[in-house]
C-alpha cells in the first residue's frame, strides 16, 4: 500500500505470518512452519515442535511460478491463488496471493505479470529461500 510504502519504503514492503512449527532439524538449523495450507523451511533450530512462530516475508524476496518448481535450491514452495495485483514503485507490480487462510505479497516486474499471464483467481507456487526469511519463536 503506498501510505506503507512511505513508512517503511518499498523494500521493507511484505509480510509478517504465524504458523506452528511441526519439526525441527537442529543439525541442519531449519525448523518446518505449518502456515496457510502450506509449509515453509525457516531459520529456527532453537525452536521446538508445537510453538508458535512468526515469519517475515519481504515482497522483492518471492518469486512466483505458474507450475510447481523442481530442480532449485529454494527449499520452499507453497500453491497459492492470485488475489490481486496492483502497480508498485518504479516498474513493478505487488501481486497478492492467498495461500490458504493467510496472503503474501510478491514483487514482480510489469513484463512478468505479462509473460505468465497473471489475473485475479490464477494459480501460481510461491518460491522462497529458506535464507531469505526471519522468523521468530512466540
Known amino acids: ?3 506503507l510504502n512511505a513508512i517503511v519504503g518499498a523494500d521493507a514492503v511484505g509480510a509478517v505470518l504465524e504458523g506452528v512449527i511441526t519439526a525441527v532439524d537442529v543439525p541442519g538449523g531449519l525448523a518446518q512452519l505449518q502456515l496457510g495450507r502450506g509449509t515453509l523451511l525457516v531459520s529456527a533450530a532453537d525452536a521446538r515442535v508445537g510453538a508458535r512462530a512468526r515469519v517475515q516475508l519481504l515482497a522483492r524476496d518471492l518469486i512466483l511460478a505458474t507450475h510447481p518448481a523442481h530442480g532449485l535450491s529454494v527449499r520452499n514452495s507453497i500453491a497459492g491463488v492470485v488475489q490481486e495485483i496492483r502497480n508498485d514503485v518504479h516498474e513493478t507490480q505487488l501481486v497478492t ?3 490458504g487462510g493467510a496472503s503474501v505479497l510478491a514483487r ?6 505479462a509473460a505468465l499471464a497473471l489475473s485475479a483467481g490464477s494459480p501460481v507456487w510461491v ?3 529458506a535464507v531469505s526469511m526471519r522468523s521468530h519463536t512466540l
Not at 514482480?108 to 505479470?113: C, F, G, K, L, M
Open 1 to 3: 500500500a503506498p501510505e
Open 108 to 113: 514482480v516486474t510489469r513484463d512478468a505479470v
Open 127 to 129: 518460491l522462497v529461500k
Open 97 to 99: 496471493v492467498d495461500i
